[in-house]
């Protein structure tokens, strides 16, 4: 294995269940569900050593598989995440993504996070559930924010909206 591989290896520690929001068809008793389900997750990442992961999907999809877009109606920028990886370009996130902007407009054929930087921002976010947009919450506390759907087939579509709190 590697020097790169090993460094990009990484363990995944949820934040607090108040961090965390799972969103849609949330399913009683862990069963599964066909509906699709959000989750708006806020994940702390730490690199080396821990448990070894699978190679993230963002670093070789050849495809679309998620896009974030900030809306028109944001008010400002937004950090985004390409991989959670723990290396980042911006310190805490890879880009600014600019207000009226998706992701995939730079070439990412994945995006698996927002940041807020800041107190006094908020973030609504929205999923696409193959027919509608559905709310998926709003977060009011800086930090990194994980997005996914569990049972739908990608892209996975999401839609964030910055606003002062």
Known sequence: MDLRTCMRRVVRLTLPTVAALALGGLVPGGTASAAPVARFQAVAVESGGGTAVAADPCDTATTLMSYIFNANTSVVGVGVVKSFDGQYDLGSYDRILSVGTRTDSWGWKCASGFYIGGPGFCVDSFFWNGSSWQY????????????SIQNMARPWRFEIQARRC
């Open 136 to 147: 998926g919450g709003t977060r009011r506390d800086p930090g990194l924010y994980e997005v």
